[in-house]
């Protein structure tokens, strides 16, 4: 069961996840060099994400994951439950595992549960214009995305523009490049959905 968590900071969430990465690589006994080749992220970048100095995206979480063989909820913190029939992850409000990257702030839910089909995520949009992502997100798997308050615009590389308001939801292919901001005065919060895809099962 979940218990209630202390709010930190965007920051102190960066180090926190930053620490765990470098932990699970150096538990396979692996270089920088050689985890950046089995992750497909670079070495600059993985080292920055190692000692909190970048905040990965979603993309490079799983390809982190893939590459160090681990799950995603053991980048934040928790301890994972194995896989059985009638499992279930209760996540109290406001007690999901915080994680930020430019234009979303993100708290990942059932994050005590391992090899899960999907990972759920509530996030606030706080990015109003494109400008704030350095590309499209684009990873393997399936996502679906529901407005729960504010409106958004889903940008995609395939198909035009698609602007959601609240209570609208959008599935599509992760495959496809694709980045959401939010277009009411206020920032956009949403629930957001995507399969594990070839995160280890």
Not at 42 to 54: D, T, Y
Not at 56 to 85: C, H, N, W, Y
Request: net charge negative; with cysteine.
């Amino acid at each position: 069961m979940s218990t209630p968590r202390t709010n930190t900071t965007p920051e102190q969430s960066a180090t926190d996840l930053g620490r765990r990465v470098k932990q699970a690589r150096l538990a396979l006994d692996l270089t920088l060099e050689i985890a950046s080749r089995l992750c497909g992220v670079s070495r600059s970048a993985l080292s920055k994400i190692e000692n909190g100095l970048m905040s990965p995206t979603f993309d490079v979480l799983q390809k982190i994951v893939r590459g160090l063989q681990i799950d995603l909820a053991e980048l934040f913190g928790s301890t994972s439950v194995p896989s059985a029939s009638g499992r279930r992850a209760l996540t109290r409000k406001e007690a999901g595992q915080r994680h930020a990257y430019r234009g979303y702030q993100m708290e990942v839910l059932a994050t005590e549960l391992a090899h899960k089909a999907m990972l759920p995520f509530r996030i606030r949009i706080t990015a109003h214009t494109l400008d704030a992502f350095d590309d499209w997100g684009r990873h393997e798997g399936e996502e679906f995305l529901y407005v729960i308050s504010g409106s958004v615009c889903l940008y995609s590389e395939l198909y035009a523009p698609t602007h959601l308001n609240a209570g609208d939801s959008m599935y599509f292919d992760s495959r496809t490049g694709h980045a959401a901001i939010s277009t009411s005065d206020e920032d956009a919060e949403v629930l957001w959905m995507a399969t594990g895809g070839d995160v280890p099962q």
